[in-house]
C-alpha cells in the first residue's frame, strides 16, 4: 500500500460503500478525490471527500478526462455500476464506449471491468484493491446474529454455496436465494436485493447465499451487504442470510446486525473448508 498524505482516487457508483470508504480513506491520511457518474451517487458523498467530480454515465472519454484532469495515479473502485443503467432509453454512449464495447467478447460484468482496469493501468493509474484499507470489514467465520441457522438451513447453505460458486464462475452474478435444496432465486443483471425479493415472491423461508465469484479481482465488484440486504431480506420474509466469510464486505454492521436479531434473521459466515 501507498504512503498516506497522497491524493487517492475513489472510483465511485451507487449506494453507500463509497461514502463510508471515502471516510476511511481520509482518517487514513489521503486527499480522497470521488470520481462518479452524475446522478448516480449517494447523497452527501461531498462531505467525505476532499473533492467530488462527475461524469454523464457511459461516456467513458468524460470519465477519463477527469481522471487525466485530477492527475490520479492512484485509485480503487467502490460502489455499483448498475448494468441496467446501460440499457435506459435516455442513456447516450459515446464514441469512445461504443468502441470499447464493441471490441469485447460479450458485456459480461468482469469483462467490461477488466478493460476499464487495462485502460486506467495503461495511463498509469495504479488500482488498489476494494479491501485493502477495510480488511477488518470482512465477514467473520461463523455465524454473527443472535439467531443461528438450524440443521436443515445448514444444508441449504452447504447447497446454496456450491451454486452460487457456479453461477459466479459463469459470471452471471454472486447471489442465490433456496429452500430445501431448491433454488428459488439467482442473481442476474437486476443485483442482490432485487434477487431476494423475487424469492421472497415464490416462498418466505429463503436461505440466501452470496460468494465472491472464483477468480475474482479484488480490484473491482467485491461482494457486499449492509442494511440495506437486510431490510430486502425482511421484505421478503427470509430467514438466512450466509456469506462467504473473509471474502464479503459487511457494511453498516453494527445497525445491520441489529436489524437482523429484531427480525430473527440469521447472519453466517461461511467458511472456505
Not at 449517494?42 to 487525466?68: C, H, M, S
Not at 456450491?162 to 443483471?189: H, M, P, S
Request: hydrophobic share 45%; glycine share 8%; net charge negative.
Amino acid at each position: 500500500m501507498k504512503s498516506p498524505k497522497q491524493k487517492l482516487g475513489i472510483l465511485a457508483g451507487a449506494g453507500k460503500f463509497p461514502l463510508y470508504l471515502s471516510a476511511v480513506a481520509r482518517d487514513k491520511g489521503y486527499q480522497v478525490v470521488v470520481i462518479g457518474p452524475a446522478g448516480k451517487l449517494e447523497p452527501g458523498i461531498e462531505n467525505f471527500a476532499d473533492k467530488v467530480r462527475t461524469y454523464r454515465f457511459a461516456r467513458f472519454a468524460e470519465f477519463l478526462q477527469v481522471i487525466d484532469e485530477e492527475k490520479i495515479q492512484l485509485a480503487l473502485m467502490a460502489g455499483k455500476l448498475d448494468k441496467r443503467w446501460l440499457y435506459q432509453k435516455d442513456v447516450e454512449l459515446d464514441e469512445l464506449t461504443l468502441h470499447l464495447l464493441k471490441q469485447l467478447p460479450d458485456q459480461k460484468d468482469d469483462t467490461i471491468m477488466h478493460q476499464i482496469l487495462k485502460t486506467l493501468e495503461e495511463r498509469g493509474v495504479e488500482i488498489m484493491e476494494s479491501v485493502e484499507l477495510i480488511r477488518d470489514w470482512l465477514a467473520p467465520q461463523g455465524g454473527f446474529s443472535r439467531k443461528q441457522p438450524d440443521e436443515n438451513q445448514q444444508r441449504d447453505i452447504a447447497f446454496g454455496y456450491k451454486i452460487a460458486k457456479e453461477i459466479g464462475r459463469l459470471d452471471i452474478g454472486q447471489t442465490v436465494a433456496v429452500l430445501n435444496r431448491a433454488v428459488l432465486a439467482v442473481e442476474a443483471i437486476d443485483g442482490t436485493d432485487l434477487t431476494i425479493i423475487r424469492a421472497g415472491q415464490i416462498s418466505p423461508g429463503a436461505v440466501v447465499v452470496k460468494i465472491l465469484k472464483p477468480g475474482q479481482s479484488l480490484k473491482f465488484d467485491v461482494p457486499v451487504v449492509g442494511k440495506s440486504t437486510i431490510q430486502s431480506m425482511i421484505q421478503a420474509h427470509a430467514a438466512v442470510l450466509a456469506v462467504e466469510a473473509g471474502s464479503c464486505l459487511v457494511v453498516e454492521k453494527e445497525e445491520m446486525v441489529a436489524l437482523a436479531d429484531q427480525n430473527s434473521i440469521s447472519l453466517f459466515g461461511i467458511s472456505h473448508d
